[in-house]
T-cell receptor
Framework: QKEVEQNSGPLSVPEGAIASLNCTYS??????FFWYRQYSGKSPELIMS????GDKEDGRFTAQLNKASQYVSLLIRDSQPSDSATYLC???????????FGQGTELSVKP | DAMVIQNPRYQVTQFGKPVTLSCSQT?????MYWYQQKSSQAPKLLFH???????NEADTPDNFQSRRPNTSFCFLDIRSPGLGDAAMYLC??????????????FGPGTRLTVL
């Protein structure tokens, strides 16, 4: 089992719809969770960090964390073509463990 | 304002010719990381510095070395680049390695081509 798993996609949604990106992780002791957006040929850009169970909202983005289910998700409301990118889920264990990335989900928002 | 800067953005080198990639940061962060990312793959951590303490990943080849002469700068040296080392090299920084300050911020990357 991979340490951090994401559906590779591509996930295609129409403009204005909600895009839902999912991520599961295997280390139950994980404490820090991140979503990065990466455009083709560019570096990862931080979208959201989340540390506690529940929802965290920032503009059109909502991160959801459920530690019992070892599940973290990212919702993008009112999706725009400019949101088309690969979204990387990254998880860090406790005691300063290294950041483990998922393989990324490619999102395509169609006008 | 750029916070994590990488130079050069594009580097072409010849097989076996040493190359050095540079990273600087204006965030005064304690931790600096080097990642390798190949096409359609997740970033792979090579090593990181916490202040002057160097932490190498077990599977990082000896061909890759790093230096951190001061808080702001960190270098990646590839002693004898092979064709398989062609990749995007990403520098990242964080204030701490754990807790609320462990968010990593990436520079724009250096795309390395090996001929």
């Amino acid at each position: 089992q991979k340490e951090v798993e994401q559906n590779s996609g591509p996930l295609s949604v129409p403009e204005g719809a909600i895009a839902s990106l999912n991520c599961t992780y295997s280390d139950r002791g994980s404490q820090s969770f991140f979503w990065y957006r990466q455009y083709s040929g560019k570096s990862p850009e931080l979208i959201m960090s989340i540390y506690s169970n529940g929802d965290k909202e920032d503009g059109r983005f909502t991160a959801q964390l459920n530690k019992a289910s070892q599940y973290v998700s990212l919702l993008i409301r009112d999706s725009q073509p400019s949101d088309s990118a690969t979204y990387l889920c990254a998880v860090k264990g406790n005691q300063g463990g290294k950041l483990i990335f998922g393989q990324g989900t490619e999102l395509s928002v169609k006008p | 304002d750029a916070m994590v800067i990488q130079n050069p953005r594009y580097q072409v080198t010849q097989f076996g010719k040493p190359v050095t990639l540079s990273c600087s940061q204006t965030l005064n962060h304690n931790v600096m990381y080097w990642y390798q990312q190949k096409s359609s793959q997740a970033p792979k951590l090579l090593f990181h510095y916490y202040d002057k303490d160097f932490n190498n990943e077990a599977d990082t080849p000896d061909n890759f070395q790093s230096r951190r002469p001061n808080t702001s700068f960190c270098f990646l040296d590839i002693r004898s680049p092979g064709l398989g080392d062609a990749a995007m090299y990403l520098c990242a920084t964080s204030r701490e390695v754990a807790g609320g300050g462990d968010t990593q911020y990436f520079g724009p990357g250096t795309r390395l081509t090996v001929l």
